[in-house]
């Protein structure tokens, strides 16, 4: 009987233990919270963009407006280049037409692009150097239309985006009437600025005010045979030996690379051939990293955006001197021509900021040259105006 009993007290106690061990709630856990990362905000102000069409007349008379083209070039990426919204340079992009030459395709209405918008400033400045006058007729319609319609605009309403055109002869010639052109020009939020080469009373009757009133431009007037404006300054020497030093920091890569290496030493010789103030502002251009970017065809700005590209890089489209080297040891290089290269520019701002004080104050005792209106001093007042609509501050 004890034995029965023990045994069956035993059953009640293992039973009593199941009981409450399965009863029993586990323990309580906070449950694992899942944070979500945060997507980054929109940044209030995205990166700018400027884009410029420059629309050239190059018939007869024209001469002395593609002279003055070829050395303005330099000053406006320069303007540009010293614009900026939230501390940020705007990427800059340039696309050239000419108008009014007789063997362009008549059905075209005498139109070529010479370039679509581009950042590489080598090649618009080559281009410009290219131009040359022939007779002909010339359509200002036309060639605004054809821009507006056959260029990438770009669709942010808050990028500047405008048309320089320049030439003579009556503003309305042509079958495409500036008005469907001024119907584009607000779809895209374009804003066009005709530059009359003459007499402003002249450019009036030849009607050149009415394209300007599209996109809220603006018209305005120059003599397009004015000498161009050649300062020499204690500083351009200093420029140009800089600009040596700044080209040995170039490293070609890439089926364009070696062309692209000559094509800007090419450039640099016509700016200077030219005279010496368009060869300092190119000088001063080339020292805005912002600005002056080559990353399609140098491996030292190509590496700022991808650091990775010396290991995909082939190493046979290198210089010579490079080709045998290890990647590692490229990779070395690049690191110190770009170094290098940061030193040069910093020395090149410097240099450009005392220059064109000296350039200020000279030209307040030539007040005779410096008042002469040329494509120059157009667009960049133009421009200094205008950029304020879009949150640009040009210092």
Same mark, same amino acid.
Request: net charge positive; charged share 25%; with cysteine.
């Given at each position: 009987?004890?034995?029965?009993?023990?045994?069956?007290?035993?059953?009640?106690?293992?039973?009593?233990?199941?009981?409450?061990?399965?009863?029993?709630?586990?323990?309580?856990?906070?449950?694992?919270?899942?944070?979500?990362?945060?997507?980054?905000?929109?940044?209030?102000?995205?990166?700018?963009?400027?884009?410029?069409?420059?629309?050239?007349?190059?018939?007869?008379?024209?001469?002395?407006?593609?002279?003055?083209?070829?050395?303005?070039?330099?000053?406006?990426?320069?303007?540009? /280049?010293?614009? $900026?919204?939230? =501390?940020?340079?705007? %990427? #800059?992009?340039?696309?050239?037409?000419? *108008?009014?030459?007789?063997?362009?395709?008549?059905?075209?209405?005498?139109?070529?692009?010479?370039?679509?918008?581009?950042?590489?400033?080598?090649?618009?400045?080559?281009?410009?150097?290219?131009?040359?006058?022939?007779?002909?007729?010339?359509?200002?319609?036309?060639?605004?239309?054809?821009?507006?319609?056959?260029?990438?605009?770009?669709?942010?309403?808050?990028?500047?985006?405008?048309?320089?055109?320049?030439?003579?002869?009556?503003?309305?010639?042509?079958?495409?009437?500036?008005?469907?052109?001024?119907?584009?020009?607000?779809?895209?939020?374009?804003?066009?600025?005709?530059?009359?080469?003459?007499?402003?009373?002249?450019?009036?009757?030849?009607?050149?005010?009415?394209?300007?009133?599209?996109?809220? /431009?603006?018209? $305005?007037?120059? =003599?397009?045979?004015? %000498? #161009?404006?050649?300062?020499?300054?204690? *500083?351009?020497?200093?420029?140009?030996?800089?600009?040596?030093?700044?080209?040995?920091?170039?490293?070609?890569?890439?089926?364009?690379?070696?062309?692209?290496?000559?094509?800007?030493?090419?450039?640099?010789?016509?700016?200077?051939?030219?005279?010496?103030?368009?060869?300092?502002?190119?000088?001063?251009?080339?020292?805005?990293?912002?600005?002056?970017?080559?990353?399609?065809?140098?491996?030292?700005?190509?590496?700022?955006?991808?650091?990775?590209?010396?290991?995909?890089?082939?190493?046979?489209?290198?210089?010579?001197?490079?080709?045998?080297?290890?990647?590692?040891?490229?990779?070395?290089?690049?690191?110190?021509?770009?170094?290098?290269?940061?030193?040069?520019?910093?020395?090149?701002?410097?240099?450009?900021?005392?220059?064109?004080?000296?350039?200020?104050?000279?030209?307040?005792?030539?007040?005779?040259?410096?008042?002469?209106?040329?494509?120059?001093?157009?667009?960049?007042?133009?421009?200094?105006?205008?950029?304020?609509?879009?949150?640009?501050?040009?210092?």
């Amino acid at each position: 009987m004890n034995t029965l009993y023990k045994l069956f007290a035993s059953c009640l106690l293992i039973m009593g233990a199941m009981t409450l061990l399965y009863s029993k709630k586990p323990p309580v856990t906070q449950a694992k919270r899942i944070v979500k990362p945060t997507p980054p905000s929109p940044a209030a102000h995205p990166h700018k963009k400027v884009q410029v069409a420059v629309l050239l007349d190059v018939s007869n008379s024209m001469d002395g407006l593609i002279e003055q083209a070829k050395a303005q070039l330099w000053n406006m990426v320069s303007v540009l /280049g010293k614009a $900026t919204c939230n =501390n940020a340079t705007p %990427a #800059i992009e340039i696309a050239l037409y000419e *108008y009014g030459r007789p063997t362009n395709d008549a059905q075209a209405g005498y139109v070529k692009q010479i370039n679509s918008f581009t950042s590489d400033l080598d090649e618009v400045s080559r281009n410009l150097f290219r131009l040359t006058t022939n007779g002909g007729s010339e359509y200002c319609g036309h060639v605004m239309y054809t821009s507006l319609t056959k260029l990438d605009w770009d669709t942010d309403p808050g990028n500047y985006k405008v048309i320089f055109i320049a030439g003579n002869e009556d503003f309305l010639q042509g079958d495409i009437s500036y008005t469907r052109a001024c119907d584009e020009a607000m779809k895209k939020g374009v804003t066009i600025n005709t530059i009359y080469c003459g007499d402003r009373s002249k450019g009036i009757q030849e009607h050149w005010n009415l394209g300007s009133e599209c996109g809220a /431009g603006s018209f $305005t007037n120059i =003599n397009q045979n004015a %000498a #161009i404006v050649d300062i020499p300054t204690p *500083y351009d020497t200093i420029l140009f030996m800089l600009n040596i030093r700044l080209n040995a920091t170039y490293i070609g890569y890439g089926r364009a690379g070696s062309a692209a290496v000559s094509k800007q030493a090419e450039v640099d010789k016509l700016n200077y051939s030219m005279n010496k103030s368009a060869a300092a502002q190119r000088v001063s251009v080339k020292g805005k990293k912002d600005v002056y970017n080559n990353s399609s065809w140098d491996l030292v700005d190509a590496s700022r955006t991808d650091p990775a590209i010396v290991e995909k890089v082939e190493l046979s489209t290198l210089p010579e001197n490079l080709r045998s080297k290890s990647r590692v040891e490229i990779k070395e290089i690049v690191k110190s021509k770009s170094d290098e290269r940061t030193a040069i520019q910093k020395e090149i701002a410097e240099v450009s900021v005392k220059r064109e004080a000296f350039i200020a104050k000279e030209k307040t005792r030539q007040t005779t040259r410096s008042n002469e209106q040329t494509l120059e001093s157009e667009i960049e007042k133009i421009l200094r105006q205008q950029a304020k609509k879009y949150n640009l501050i040009i210092q």
